[in-house]
């Protein structure tokens, strides 16, 4: 131990203190905001680690020697690189509570090297129980009144308990990496971190995320609608700070960019509102003027060179602004973009409704309104409740078209859907099922029998084509219209014959099993024999339906494609002018 000893007052001696800069990004904006000062030991030595060689300082009653040291070098390389973002300096609790804690040396430093206090933010961490709480309390208000900012580190800890938060209110909280790691695959890290941002909102606080070191972590704590973050995802600790964020970084899992012609009439446009925004840097006072003067004002979204960067709306805003007696004059001077609770979605005016409905239900947040943009520019607002209307309207025109015995849709939406795809010129088949011998089945075991195998094939077809790979059509009666989508689209129909082919034997009595089919009039009162049902299907491939310009063309295809496939005995399936049977 001696050693180590020795190893530390050689540092603090000569002061070989290495520096790191990790960059802390604002998810709202896109940029990096601020830089966290990391101290290290010399690269070959024991006391490299920062957590070390804090520790051992604390140990040997150092603490405060090492803090000093580490500030003034802290300083002196921020001015040095001339770094305009702000800088979280860590201050330890235990030495930044002592009675003879000289608060002016880190202003003299400031002052020795040109920099604003306003530049700085006070970061609060502690390396040893304290139970002095409430000088804590006062001494950090001090910084306060200096005019640093204060955020509060390790919210895991007791000195950073939701009591001390809601008194000395910090500009920031910092919660810890460990809630921060595997938080996708967490749902109780993903709990906690979203019960600390419902918190921080009403506090007016950022929240740093720290410690993502994954895609997958980014795009949760971004759902979550937490403003920062830090982590290697976006950057690493280095001797020279990053000046700027990979904007591929910040791409959000979102269907932006996909248009889904099976699910889609209007586009989120056409509830666009556009509401005159202001910039995130208005101050509060003016924007409670501006709600003052405008009573139908409800929602007020701020957009910074042309991008949506928050929505604040009235009541809640009113509610926080007015929760402490001096609201308005505590906070009337700064910007609105400290009443920003959570970074806004933001919405591509060409999405369908469909697809922004889903989108909305997934991303585990509770937003009311959302920001709409043309040409990635802010174009309006759309809400939570024109959502739910349009998508109210369509589901009621839907059931007016849906066939009422396997509620799939019917010819309508299906040649609107066909109709949109050409539009779109997306690569698509379209395959036209029919039973052969069904209706003496019907006469023979009766329509309740019928309709069975009608919903088993029905059941069949949506098994074998889920959404992504296409829509599923009844037509009427035992006609099914399927829109395919996939490349193996052949392979699929050949699937579906297979397993009509093994499902039928069940809806038949064993003597007709044994007999191969039953006996039953035909059209003209004639008693004839007729085989098991069977399915047919006329398909007309991709390069067929690109030549169509409606689908008055492809339904005509379809059907000579149909007529073709009942020619062959048994279940079969005919490609305009290839066949497969079975």
């Known amino acids: 131990m001696q ?15 290495n520096l790191y800069i990790q960059p802390i990004v604002s998810l709202t904006y896109k940029n990096i905001i601020g830089y966290e000062a990391i101290i290290r030991g010399p690269s070959d030595s024991p006391l490299h680690s920062n957590t070390k060689l804090f520790s051992i300082a604390n140990h040997f009653n150092l603490l405060k020697k090492l803090e000093l040291i580490t500030q003034e070098s802290i300083i002196h390389r921020y001015a040095s690189l001339g770094i305009r973002e702000k800088l979280f300096i860590s201050v330890n609790v235990s030495t930044f509570i002592e009675a003879d804690f000289e608060q002016s040396m880190l202003l003299n430093f400031l002052e020795e090297f040109g920099i604003a206090p306003s530049s700085i933010v006070i970061e609060l961490k502690e390396y040893q129980p304290t139970d002095n709480s409430d000088l804590m309390l006062r001494t950090a208000l001090q910084y ?69 070191e994954t895609e997958e972590e980014f795009r949760t704590i971004e759902k979550l609608g937490i403003t920062h973050a830090q982590g290697n995802y976006f950057g690493r600790p280095a001797l020279f700070p990053l000046k700027h964020i990979d904007s591929q970084l910040f791409v ?43 009573s139908s004002l409800t929602i007020l979204p701020l957009v910074d060179n042309h991008t949506g960067t928050g929505i604040i709306f009235r009541e809640l805003f ?62 309006g607002i759309g809400t939570i409740m024109d959502v739910l209307e349009e998508i109210t309207h369509l589901q009621i025109k839907y059931a007016r078209h849906a066939n009422p015995l396997t509620l799939l849709p019917g010819s309508v939406p299906i040649n609107e859907c066909i109709n949109r795809s050409l539009e779109k010129r997306i690569s698509f088949s379209v395959a036209y099922f029919d039973l052969d011998n069904f209706k003496p089945f019907n006469d023979i075991y009766g329509y309740s029998a019928g309709d069975e195998i009608i919903k088993a094939l029905g059941n069949i077809l949506i098994e074998c084509v889920p959404i992504e790979n296409g829509q599923v059509g009844h037509i009427g009666g035992d006609d099914f219209i399927v829109i395919l989508t ?45 085989p098991l049902i069977s399915l047919s299907i006329g ?22 494609a149909k007529k073709q496939s009942k020619k062959i005995e048994g279940n079969s399936l005919y490609v305009n002018e290839s066949l497969y049977t079975s």
């Open 318 to 379: 009113i509610s926080k602004l007015f929760s402490t007696r001096y609201g308005l004059e505590l906070h009337g001077k700064k910007p609105i973009r400290h009443f920003i609770d959570k970074t806004p979605l933001s919405i591509d005016a060409n999405i369908s409704i469909q697809a922004v409905s889903k989108q909305l239900t997934s991303t585990m947040r509770n937003d009311t309104a959302f920001i709409i943009t043309h040409n990635n520019k802010y174009a």
């Open 539 to 560: 398909v007309v491939d991709p390069s067929s339906t690109a030549k169509c310009k409606s689908y008055v063309d492809i339904a005509d295809l379809a059907a000579k």
């Open 486 to 530: 996939c490349e193996d689209w052949y392979h699929c129909c050949e699937v579906i014959l297979e397993k009509f082919k093994n499902i039928i034997s069940k809806h038949y009595k064993e003597d007709d099993l044994k007999a191969g089919g039953i006996h039953a009039e035909s059209r003209y009162g004639e008693k004839r024999f007729y």
């Open 144 to 212: 306060r009144d200096m005019g640093f900012e204060i955020a509060l580190n390790d919210l895991d800890t007791s000195y950073s308990g939701l009591k001390f938060w809601s008194e000395i209110l910090p500009e920031y909280i910092k919660i810890n990496n460990h809630f921060v790691e595997g938080i996708a695959e967490d749902p109780i890290k993903f709990k906690f971190i979203s019960s600390i941002q419902n918190i921080a909102s009403s506090l007016h606080c950022n929240v740093i995320a720290t410690g993502v």
């Open 252 to 294: 959000s899992e979102n269907p932006n960019n996909d248009y889904d012609p099976f699910n889609s009439t209007k586009p989120i446009s056409s509830i666009c509102n556009f509401i005159q925004p202001v910039s995130s840097e208005m101050p509060i006072s003016e924007v409670m003027l501006l709600f003052q003067q405008n």
């Open 3 to 17: 050693n180590i000893k020795e190893e530390l007052i050689s540092i603090l001696t000569n002061k070989k203190v």
